[in-house]
């Protein structure tokens, strides 16, 4: 039996995705955070729709072109997300990003407008680690959505009238 190494890395990237995912619902179950039911949906969906790939039969190109734009677009849109924080002697924090900061810059100083005018000074700082996340996130989001609206087109459109 001959079975493509692409095959075998999608159904174990498929496999650890949607457990993945599926764990992070279910560690966040009680919690109300946005943030937490998309990570665990997109994972485990992206992960779902990697081992039934087979059985979607959508075209591959379309696929794979609508999900690395919504990881762009996505991660993009993200930055419109911003959180500042206070805290400590005199802290000051600013993030961006969504689901994951993954822009940020802060100081500490002898007061809180000190510490923010130093941060602003210093300017931003990149955590590159996040960024492939929150990329991976929206891609994984895109994979699913495109899947979705593709077989409800496709049973319309087979459905006789």
Excluded: H, K
Aim: hydrophobic share 55%; glycine share 12%.
């Amino acid at each position: 039996m001959n079975v493509s190494p692409v095959r075998i890395l999608r159904i174990t990237v498929g496999q650890i995705s949607l457990t993945v995912g599926l764990l992070w619902l279910f560690m966040t179950f009680s919690s109300a955070n946005v943030r937490d039911v998309f990570v665990g949906s997109a994972l485990a969906g992206g992960g779902l729709v990697m081992l039934l790939w087979r059985r979607i039969e959508l075209p591959v190109r379309l696929v794979v072109v609508v999900s690395v734009v919504a990881g762009l677009v996505g991660t993009a849109a993200g930055l419109a997300a911003r959180s500042v924080s206070t805290g400590g002697m005199f802290a000051w924090s600013e993030g961006r990003g969504w689901p994951f900061e993954w822009v940020g810059r802060g100081s500490v100083a002898d007061d809180f407008e000190q510490a923010r005018r130093q941060a602003v000074a210093d300017g931003w700082g990149y955590d590159l680690l996040r960024l492939v996340v929150d990329v991976s996130l929206w891609a994984y989001a895109g994979l699913v959505l495109v899947v979705l609206i593709g077989l409800v087109t496709r049973r319309n459109r087979e459905r006789p009238a």
